[in-house]
Structure formats: structure tokens, C-alpha cells
């Protein structure tokens, strides 16, 4: 998998958004930006994913730069329980491995 | 609608026994794969199976760890003959199918630590 750069950590408030930057300057055409985030004491969870347009969910959004050697997750109204490490990985390889690649990823704090 | 279970969510074994952690998926996920978390380190994989069938097991350590999905009942990661380094966090997640579009989705981990 190729590899991404983030930030160590970053510091938000309660309701206001966050953009979480990821820089994957080597990335390849069939790469997918996936992120996950892990909250304290838990499993890794989820986030979201894309290829080449920007996405959205229910948690967040994923804003991938046109040449696509970086993206930014946006949470549009931080809460308390959106503190968490937060790992963007690429995946590629249709037919080949499964896994996923974890960085040191961007801790999150959210101050009240 | 239950998320990826996994059992015990605590683990305590002397060095030399056995640990066996257990993973159930999500429903209709046919595929498994398990994660290492050691103390301060970040998320490593370790295996990825389908039913009866190990795919990748690139990140298991050559002796002492094995894993299994049967075909009824749960994944099972075997660590034999355990020492003070395996303690860790084991997670486990489940994909519906294979594909790097596919969403890995995870248990809250078992916590195996050695005494």
C-alpha cells in the first residue's frame, strides 16, 4: 500500500468542524483513500472511503484533491465522542491483499 | 443487528499456557481478519480468512500463532506456549466480501495479557 502523512495530532471544539488533512503524494490511479478512526479502548471503526470524487455519510466527509495526492476528512460539527485517532490508508490491489495498511494516524482531542 | 463480536474481552494466562481468542462476524460476512495492537505501537494485521480457508498470512509470527474459521461457529486465534511479548490488544474484523472497496468492519478487541 502506498503511503500517507499525517499530522500528529490536532485540537478542535465542541460543534465546530475539523479537517483532517492526508497527504499520499505517491498515490496510483486504482488506490482507494479509506479512512478508520479508533476511540478510546476500542476497535478501529469506519469511516468512510472514495476513489476520486468527494463523498459523503452520516460521519463525515472525504474531500480528495483533484490531483489526488491528498485528501481531507471533514467532521462538519465535532462532539466530544468524535475524539479519537483517526488513520487514512490507501488500498489497492483487487487481487491481492486484503489488509489494511496502519499508519500512526492523527489523534484528535476536543475540548468542551 | 451485531457488530463483530469477540470473546473474552479480557485475558489473563501464565507464560506457557495457551490463550484462545475468539471472533464471531458480522452477519453474512464470510471474511475474517485479525489484528495485533502491542503496547504503544500502532495496528499490525496478522491474517485474513475465508471460510475454512486462510488467504494471506503474511503478518502471523512463524511459531506459536495459528488461526482458523470453520465452517460453523467462530474464528478462533490460537496463540500456544504464550510469553510476556504477546501481550496485546487482538482485533478482529469482517468484510462482506473481498475487494479494496469493501469496509473492514471491527470488534472492540480482546486484551490477552501475561503474567
Known amino acids: 500500500d502506498a503511503k500517507t502523512t499525517q499530522p500528529n495530532s490536532m485540537e478542535s471544539n465542541e460543534e465546530e468542524p475539523v479537517h483532517l488533512p492526508c497527504n499520499h503524494s505517491?498515490?496510483?490511479?486504482?488506490?482507494?483513500i479509506h479512512w478508520y478512526r479508533q476511540l478510546p479502548s476500542q476497535g478501529p471503526e469506519y469511516v468512510i472511503h472514495g476513489l476520486t470524487s468527494n463523498v459523503n455519510n452520516r460521519m463525515a466527509s472525504l474531500a480528495i484533491a483533484e490531483d489526488r495526492k491528498s485528501s481531507t476528512l471533514i467532521l462538519h460539527r465535532a462532539t466530544l465522542r468524535d475524539a479519537a485517532v483517526y488513520y487514512c490508508?490507501?488500498?489497492?490491489?483487487?487481487?491481492?491483499?486484503?489488509?489494511?495498511?496502519f499508519g500512526q494516524g492523527t489523534r484528535l482531542t476536543i475540548n468542551p | 443487528n451485531a457488530g463483530v463480536m469477540q470473546n473474552p474481552r479480557h485475558l489473563v494466562r501464565r507464560r506457557g499456557q495457551e490463550a484462545r481468542l475468539r471472533c464471531s462476524p458480522m452477519?453474512?460476512?464470510?471474511?475474517v481478519y485479525w489484528y495485533r495492537q502491542l503496547p504503544e505501537e500502532g495496528l499490525k494485521f496478522m491474517v485474513y480468512l475465508q471460510k475454512e480457508n486462510i488467504i494471506d498470512e503474511s503478518g502471523m509470527p512463524k511459531e506459536r500463532f495459528s488461526a482458523e474459521f470453520p465452517k460453523e461457529g467462530p474464528s478462533i486465534l490460537r496463540i500456544q506456549q504464550v510469553v510476556r511479548g504477546d501481550s496485546a490488544a487482538y482485533f478482529c474484523?469482517?468484510?462482506?466480501?473481498?475487494?479494496?472497496?469493501?469496509?473492514?468492519?471491527f470488534g472492540d478487541g480482546t486484551r490477552l495479557s501475561i503474567l
Open positions: 474484523a469482517s468484510s462482506v466480501s473481498w475487494g479494496v472497496n469493501q469496509p473492514q468492519h
Open positions: 490508508i490507501l488500498r489497492d490491489d483487487p487481487q491481492g491483499a486484503q489488509k489494511l495498511v
Open positions: 505517491t498515490i496510483s490511479g486504482t488506490d482507494y
Open positions: 452477519k453474512g460476512h464470510s471474511h
